[in-house]
């Protein structure tokens, strides 16, 4: 079927930088007929009546009044992603269009990033690879000395599907998990993993040997690690966000850092993304980034995109949307 049967869906571009997958496009075009940004804006009169849904990967294409306004048939938007945070909820529900993300299938993959990240802080395999790979440098223990992970603690904040899974691996690693939550979970699944509930944050920052903050951005965790969390910290202590850039005051990191409030960090996220080449967290030693590889595994990124037609199929056919996301 082609242009004239199926609704359109607007992607940003096929393949390059900020587009969806190649291996993507033959499962998307079962359902619907493509149109990327280009074809639009060249298009535009055309185009624009035929857009029903948008699909977008990796933020993009930039949803803002102008482009609401220029696509009367548009119904839903799909996130490929977990994360709404870039788009103003609000507005676009205030043109009619329902939106969605896609939390099950990413949770696996973000899951194994925040623990990736623990165990190479944990055992600075950074630092490691790169004595490695110089040749001629004699191994020195002290500078290859990590801290243990078997036995550590856990501070999990945020106990969603994402954090469930981190504590499910934690587990695996005999760690002892603390979380915190705005929902404390069911007994069951507490006992399950071994997780106790923390009312405050304040307790379980003080007692984690490792910190892995997994919340979403929004106005109440913007910052929500600041310099004061920092201080409550042990100085052994290892932060690692794999949520978003913004819930930890980078700045305050910095210093902290550098002076020792804590151990290190492990960022799978930053502000901005990527950070700029003179930044002081690039050239710490106690610091490792990741380009926000969160959910980037083959298996997963298709996932979402089959979690995404399902929302939108839903979302056009009239049916309660699986993964809805409603402005708060
Ligand atoms: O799902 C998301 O929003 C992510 O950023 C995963 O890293």
């Not at 033959?26 to 699909?55: G, P």
Request: one cysteine or more; proline letters at 4%; charged letters at 20%.
């Amino acid at each position: 079927m082609g242009e004239g049967e199926l609704p359109g869906l607007l992607v940003n571009e096929i393949g390059g930088k900020h587009g969806i997958l190649h291996g993507h496009v033959a499962f998307l075009k079962k359902h619907f007929y493509l149109i990327t940004m280009k074809e639009f804006l060249e298009d535009r009169k055309r185009m624009s009546k035929k857009v029903q849904a948008i699909y977008l990967w990796w933020h993009k294409p930039v949803i803002d009044q102008e482009l609401l306004q220029s696509l009367p048939n548009l119904k839903v938007i799909a996130n490929s992603g977990v994360g709404m945070d870039h788009l103003d909820l609000k507005l676009v529900a205030s043109f009619g269009v329902k939106m969605a993300n896609a939390p099950r299938a990413v949770s696996s993959s973000t899951a194994d990033t925040g623990m990736a990240l623990l165990l190479a802080s944990a055992r600075r395999l950074v630092e490691g690879y790169h004595i490695a790979m110089s040749s001629g440098v004699e191994y020195c223990e002290a500078d290859i000395l990590g801290v243990e992970v078997t036995g550590a603690t856990l501070g999990i904040i945020g106990m969603g599907s994402i954090g469930y899974k981190i504590a499910l691996r934690a587990k695996a690693f005999e760690m002892n998990i603390l979380y915190h939550n705005r929902t404390r979970r069911k007994e069951q699944e507490e006992q399950a993993v071994g997780a106790t509930y923390c009312e405050k944050i304040d307790g379980l920052l003080q007692r984690a040997d490792f910190v892995m903050v997994v919340v979403s951005l929004t106005p109440q965790t913007h910052k929500l690690i600041g310099k004061r969390e920092m201080e409550l910290m042990k100085p052994t202590a290892t932060l690692i966000n794999i949520s978003r850039g913004a819930v930890v005051d980078q700045e305050a990191l910095v210093t902290a850092l550098q002076t020792g409030v804590i151990r290190a960090a492990a960022l799978d996220v930053t502000y901005p993304e990527p950070l700029p080449r003179d930044h002081t967290l690039l050239k710490l030693k106690n610091v490792i980034i990741t380009p926000h590889l969160g959910i980037k595994t083959d298996k997963a990124t298709y996932m979402i995109t089959e979690e995404a037609v399902e929302n939108i199929l839903a979302a056009l056919n009239g049916l309660p949307i699986p993964s809805e996301v409603l402005p708060s």
